[in-house]
């Protein structure tokens, strides 16, 4: 059973900055694209990151590019989401994804003064 469990999340400034961690188990994690996803109250749950096996990120959502940069480790079997000049506009629930088909519960990231 695959199990995605974020953590990092939490309430900061603008222009802060979080590391959001997910640990996958049960998924032949070193072979599986990963993914994080966000949600903002109200709104529909957007792609932030695709990184595939092979360490690349082939996909950051155009508002975050320069702020944020992901990282994996197949060998630990984490994604991580290094969030960086937070902005009110990124305040969300953070996903991690395997596959856009396994769910983790999420992680909250609120930007607020």
């Known amino acids: 059973q695959v199990q995605l469990v974020e953590s990092g999340g939490g309430s900061v400034h603008p222009g802060g900055s979080l590391r959001l961690s997910c640990a996958a188990s049960?998924?032949?994690?070193?072979?599986?694209?990963m993914s994080w996803f966000r949600r903002a109250q109200g709104r529909e749950r957007v792609l932030v990151a695709n990184?595939?096996?092979?360490?690349?990120?082939?996909y950051l959502l155009a508002s975050v590019k320069g702020r944020f940069t992901a990282f994996r480790d197949n060998d630990n079997n984490t994604l991580d989401l290094q969030v960086t000049n937070l902005g009110p506009e990124d305040t969300a629930v953070y996903y991690c994804?395997?596959?856009?088909?396994?769910w983790g519960q999420g992680t909250q990231v609120t930007v607020s003064s």
């Open positions: 994804s395997r596959a856009s088909t396994s």
């Open positions: 049960g998924c032949p994690f070193s072979r599986d694209v």
């Open positions: 990184v595939i096996p092979s360490y690349t990120t082939t």
